[in-house]
Nanobody, 124 residues
Framework: QVQLVESGGGLVQAGGSLRLSCAANGRTFSIYTMGWFRQAPGKERRFVAAIRWSGGTTYYADSVKGRFTISRDNAKNTVYLQMNSLKPEDTAVYYC?????????????????WGQGTQVTVSS
């Protein structure tokens, strides 16, 4: 089992920045990919970014490329999502997820473990 705990959400004005953190506990050696997803009210959960735990290859949704950066600190078993130039349409609950399989990174179904979510609200 892997437990994920997110932090760092909040309220920010458009153009501002936030950094989300996701700390992993438990069988972290089994993690192959860590990802961030977001879900706005009334909408489906959507891929934001992902990083391979070993090697550090990163992946981004087109909507956040150039604005968001995913990174990891293996010693702390923590993944970060630095969000810059935030827009009102980035408002959502952001979820951290972990996958133990060598598979695609953009589909929620391939992730085995999920955090509780953290609210990000961007005001115009």
């Amino acid at each position: 089992q892997v437990q994920l705990v997110e932090s760092g959400g909040g309220l920010v004005q458009a153009g501002g920045s936030l950094r989300l953190s996701c700390a992993a506990n438990g069988r972290t050696f089994s993690i192959y990919t860590m990802g961030w997803f977001r879900q706005a009210p009334g909408k489906e959960r959507r891929f934001v970014a992902a990083i391979r735990w070993s090697g550090g290859t990163t992946y981004y949704a087109d909507s956040v490329k150039g604005r968001f950066t995913i990174s990891r600190d293996n010693a702390k078993n923590t993944v970060y999502l630095q969000m810059n130039s935030l827009k009102p349409e980035d408002t959502a609950v952001y979820y951290c997820a972990a996958s133990v399989a060598r598979s695609t990174v953009t589909t929620p179904e391939v992730y085995n473990y999920w955090g509780q979510g953290t609210q990000v609200t961007v005001s115009s």
